[in-house]
């Protein structure tokens, strides 16, 4: 068992193509309808960020499993509507399907935060990721900072576990590296200063259940947050549609 330093970690991303979507994705604006915006080639992409340009082509890959934008062949990468459904991936990189990881939280996150209401006190370095992301909210450029201490929280509360094999179990289904896809359409609904700060403010809530030692009101706390999350982030229908690779159509 790993100590409790991968799960102050975890939020910061070791595979070399998510910032890179986690930027990408910052600079586009959403809601642009039928107008949709042209990327720059993988070429020219791989030589602004000092990457290869498979590690490009990857990123595009998962921006457009989320929806993010539309890889046209033998044309290029255009940014998309929201409205295009989420695809399934048989590739191991981009973990599961974005609904099946909140669900899996919704199982599983609600019991941790009951268990750390036995000891309040054991919450104090999710307390501190939650301050650290009161400065971020307003800033839009800031957005994927803000949505990685977001999840850093509620690592930060796996990691404060006695339970250690519980933790591990959140840290599969929480951590950047290993969901990719979940990170990446949570930054997209964060663009919304209004989600910025309701997930805040609910963050604050469920720090608050703990630290009082009310079990069930920390249990329910933590599930409501997790199906706003839910509401918010997943479209009613997802797809499930198989996913053929394509030669870039930059090559």
Known sequence: ?????????????????????????????????PD???????????DQYGVSRATV??????LDLIGAVEV?????????SRGKRLQASDQFQYGALPEHVIETRIVLEPSISMKLAEKPD?????ARVHNASQNLIEDQTCVPEFTRQALQFHLSLAGALDNKL???????????DN???????????????????????????????????????AFQTM?????????????????SRPRHDEEDANE
Do not use: C
């Open 166 to 176: 519980m933790g591990e179990l959140a840290f599969e289904v929480i951590s950047i």
């Open 72 to 80: 046209k062949h033998g044309d290029g990468t255009y940014v998309a």
């Open 223 to 239: 599930e409501q947050h997790l199906k706003n999350n839910k509401t918010r982030i997943v479209p009613p229908e997802t797809g």
């Open 57 to 62: 082509r990857e990123a595009l890959f998962a």
């Open 122 to 126: 054991s919450v104090a370095e999710a």
């Open 179 to 217: 969901q990719p896809l979940w990170a990446l359409i949570n930054q997209l609904d964060l663009q919304s200063l209004d989600h910025r700060r309701k997930v805040q403010q609910e963050h604050y809530e469920i720090l608050e259940a703990i630290r009082s030692g009310d079990q069930k009101r």
């Open 1 to 33: 068992m790993e100590s409790s330093d991968h799960f102050e970690q975890a939020a910061k991303p070791r595979r070399r193509y998510i910032p890179i979507a986690q930027d990408l994705l910052r600079q586009m604006q959403t809601g642009t309808g």
């Open 36 to 46: 949709m915006v042209k990327l720059p080639s993988d070429r020219e992409l791989a």
